[in-house]
Each structure stands twice: as structure tokens, then as C-alpha cells.
């Protein structure tokens, strides 16, 4: 199969890198009236529009099935969490499961343990929005001066721990980058595990850091889970907000 794409792409490059070479003005340049050698080749532009078209067919077709499930299963789980369902860590969980098994692949092991971490955290999150201290289900609140104590010791250790791994026990090109992503992320994942409004925020510093993150990665779907859990996160923050202020209306 992936002989097959190959050729196949090779044979778009070749026939259009020819078709280009062979019909250079008739078809890839604007009219010239004078005759004066004027006219405006675009046939550079063409062949780089085509090329753009064939680098997209690659990214969809190296993109796999565990990919595609694991990114929509945990764009359900952020959407259910922003209109206060309890169910959105059931899609989590699913959606972790199938990223555990792309990132072991591609050999990313910090992102395998973050992930690990996160799979944890909403099993426990599962069972204490439902069977928490209280009998009915626990009410969204702000982060308070303790937590937030709390929070700093999980941004600061989490990121310690996660550097100095990275950089004495693995070949990572990114140790910082790769380690601020995972801190901002624990103690996003702490908080809304909690139900505190804040976790949108910190879950959020991790999202704008993963983004490039992932491009440099070439992993170009999740690169896009991230900018788009960005964007849910945003609405996310202010619907919370919003049901806040109606508990305590």
C-alpha cells in the first residue's frame, strides 16, 4: 500500500513538473498583447499549488485510524465538559487510551506518561464528580489560596521532574518546551478533576504551547485538537463563569 502511494505521487509530481515544462505559456501565463515577453508565468505558482494539494494528501494518508479516533474522541470529551457533563471524562478515557497507543509509537514517552497522568486523573475525576463528599453533584467554585499553593507545586515540580528525565534519560530535542506543556497541563487536570473554574486557564497556557509543539512533532492532527481545545476552552471558561454566578445568584 504504501509502494503504491508513492508512485502514485510521484507520478502527480512528474506529469505536472512536465505538463508544466512542455505548456509553459499556453496554459500558465497571463496574455501578453505587445508580445513583448511581459506576461505573468504562473506556472510556478501552479506547480506550487499542486504540491501543497499532494503534501495534504500525505498528512491524511500518514495519518492513522488510532489518530483520527483518539483526536474526535477527546474533542467530545472537552465539548461535554464545557456544557457541565459529567460524561465528557467517558470520552476522555476513551480518547486517552487510543493516544497512549499513537504516542508509544511514535516513540514520544513524555507524552505517553502525560497521558498516562491524564487517564488517572479522569477515572478519579469520573468518581469524584459523581461520589464525591457530597451527595449530589459537586458544584463548580473558584481556586482558592490553598489550591492555588497546591497548584504551583504541581506546575514547578511536575516540570522539574519532567526536565530533568527528559534531558539525562532520553534523546527529547525539546525538554523545556516538552516539559512546560506537561506541567501547565497536570495542574489543568487537577483543577477540573476538582471542577474549579480556573482549570480552563491552565489547561489552556498548556494548549498555546502543544500547538507548535506538535507542528515541530509532525503531528499535525493533535496540532489541530489543540487549537481547537483552545478555542472550546475560551467558551468553556465563560460558561462555567456563568453558571458560577447563577449558584450564587
Known sequence: MEISTDLSIFAIQWGAKNWLRIYPRTFCST?????TGGGIDVSNNFYL????????????LQTTWLEWLGVTFSIFQVLLARFNNP???????????????VMFN?????????????????????LYWKYGKQTHEIEITKTNKKEWKIVSGIVLGSFGIFYLVLTHFTDSDVPIWDSLVSAFAWAGMWLMAKRKLENWILLNISNIISIPLMIHKDLYLYAVLSLILFCVAISGYFNWKKILNQNNA
Not at 496574455?31 to 508580445?35: E, F, K, M, S
Not at 499549488?49 to 491524511?60: A, G, T
Open 106 to 126: 511514535s516513540k514520544l514517552y513524555a507524552e505517553f506518561t502525560l497521558n498516562i497522568y491524564y487517564l488517572i486523573m479522569s477515572i478519579y475525576g469520573w
Open 31 to 35: 496574455p501578453d498583447p505587445g508580445n
Open 87 to 101: 460524561k465528557n471524562y467517558l470520552f476522555g478515557i476513551a480518547g486517552i487510551i487510543l493516544t497512549l497507543f
Open 49 to 60: 499549488l499542486i504540491n501543497k494539494k499532494i503534501m495534504m494528501k500525505e498528512i491524511i
